[in-house]
């Protein structure tokens, strides 16, 4: 083993244990370990300026599916093709759907969608590359087709629990092989109406995955939430998407949803609106730094990671609402508060960099779900923050920071995960030295362009390649 990769396994997996040792060295047989290909090196300083946000991934994921179901052209704008959507485009392509990518003036594309309600398999595997969301919507899908499909994926989305559909193909008599519970899964057999019960503790993709496959069923179907429903603002996001397409679904205080059988998709030109989790690096931003514009976001969004605005706010940054959904973040002087993470899971790294750096004692609450991510969030952000000298513990659902002034610097991984490589970056602003992150192509998964936006507003960068 040369040194280059015993320093990526030493840095990249020094969260390994003894109880998931034989897990890793499989994922390594497998060859699904991935060295790094990019690094930065960032000269701390502050940003300011304008950014045009990049539209919403979950919506993307969810208006280019219902398109797919529905029969006739739809158009759907404002797409930016991350690593994740692009999955999304060839899983569906592989069920048959014509959708052709559309370039235009900026890096926005265009897709349109030639949809069809009967979908038919192509053979080809569905191929989820690191997208949970494409992985776990679209496993449904399996069950309206006359033959078996098969779901594959890489990374650590190989092992993401899906225990969930498990129940419910065996409730259905529905056959299903995977490989020691990890991807390749082969799913055969149709996917009945009935009742599905479901804890409200889950990720509410598997809700998602339900819901846009029930209403083609051919009798009605009702999704039971056995506990507290958490994550609550995907699946408004969901129900909102499907009734634009032309699907209702009756939400009964987020305890029951009622879908009627025997519903049709109908296509639609839809624009996706700018995605509040990634506004919520440069809100943060502006928040340790200096002025911040944040265009084309939605302040009527359902999104539920719009809660960054308040959370910001009330931890003292100065917001302004400008015309045309834009906002202006300031600096202001930033303290401590509670933050309940179960509703907002992917802004929790930012927010630790914010509270790194704001007065007294911040305490992350209900952050479990952040451990079955990309990365383990609540290790990796820990980890990370603390090598740039923040003040930082990990608990088991829960992360504890004391605020400093100002961090120090150091040599960081993205732990393969494009949240830490983007937060990481954010809190090289407040950083005494540089910052190395390697591991940096990860924003691809989400955000591609992210460094290019980084140097837009102003940061000192520079990028290089250390991989194959």
Not at 313 to 325: H, N, Q, S, V, W
């Amino acid at each position: 083993m040369n040194k280059q990769v015993l320093r990526f396994i030493l840095e990249e997996y020094q969260y390994i244990s003894l109880k998931n040792l034989n897990s890793f060295v499989y994922s390594m047989n497998r060859k699904e370990v991935t060295m790094p290909k990019k690094t930065v090196t960032i000269n701390p300083k502050k940003l300011s300026g304008e950014i045009s946000i990049p539209p919403s991934k979950s919506m993307s994921h969810r208006a280019i599916i219902a398109a797919s179901l529905s029969d006739g052209m739809s158009k759907i704008t404002n797409v930016v093709l991350s690593d994740d959507i692009i999955a999304t485009i060839n899983a569906m392509k592989n069920f048959g759907v014509e959708i052709e990518v559309q370039d235009n003036a900026d890096l926005r594309k265009t897709a349109i969608i030639k949809g069809n309600k009967n979908l038919v398999y192509t053979g080809n595997d569905i191929d989820c590359n690191e997208s949970g969301s494409t992985l776990r919507f679209l496993i449904p899908f399996a069950g309206l087709m006359d033959e078996e499909v098969k779901f594959t994926g890489k990374g650590k989305l190989v092992e993401r629990p899906l225990d969930v559909y498990y129940e419910i193909f065996d409730k259905q008599n529905i056959s299903y092989r995977n490989e020691e519970n990890k991807l390749p899964l082969v799913v055969n057999g149709k996917l009945k109406a009935g009742e599905f019960q479901l804890r409200g503790d889950i990720s509410s993709q598997f809700i998602t995955g339900l819901m846009f496959v029930l209403p083609l069923l051919d009798s009605d179907s009702k999704i039971i939430i056995t506990t507290d429903l958490e994550s609550k603002g995907y699946v408004d996001m969901t129900i909102d998407t499907l009734k634009v397409f032309g699907i209702l679904i009756e939400n009964k205080e987020y305890k029951e949803f009622y879908i009627k059988g025997n519903q049709a998709y109908k296509a639609r030109e839809y624009k996706v609106e700018g995605d509040f989790s990634q506004a919520a690096f440069w809100i943060v931003a502006g928040a340790i730094g200096d002025k911040i514009i944040c265009k084309d976001v939605n302040l009527e969004s359902l999104q539920a990671d719009k809660k960054i605005i308040d959370i910001a706010k009330a931890m003292g940054a100065d917001i302004k609402k400008l015309e045309d959904g834009h906002i202006e973040v300031n600096s202001g002087h930033l303290k401590s508060m509670e933050i309940d993470a179960s509703q907002i899971p992917d802004i929790i790294p930012v927010i630790c960099v914010m509270a790194s750096m704001s007065e007294g004692e911040t305490r992350i609450i209900n952050a479990s779900r952040l451990r079955i991510k990309e990365s383990d969030r609540i290790k990796s952000t820990v980890s990370e923050l603390s090598k740039l000298g923040a003040d930082i513990t990990e608990h088991e659902d829960s992360i504890i920071i004391n605020g400093k002034t100002q961090l120090t610097g150091g040599k960081l991984s993205s732990w393969n995960d494009h949240r830490i490589a983007m937060a990481m970056a954010i809190a090289s602003i407040r950083c005494q030295l540089e910052v190395e992150i390697s591991g940096a192509e990860a924003v691809s998964k989400s955000y591609p362009h992210f460094w290019e936006d980084f140097k837009t507003l102003g940061a000192d960068i520079n990028e290089y390649d250390t991989g194959n």
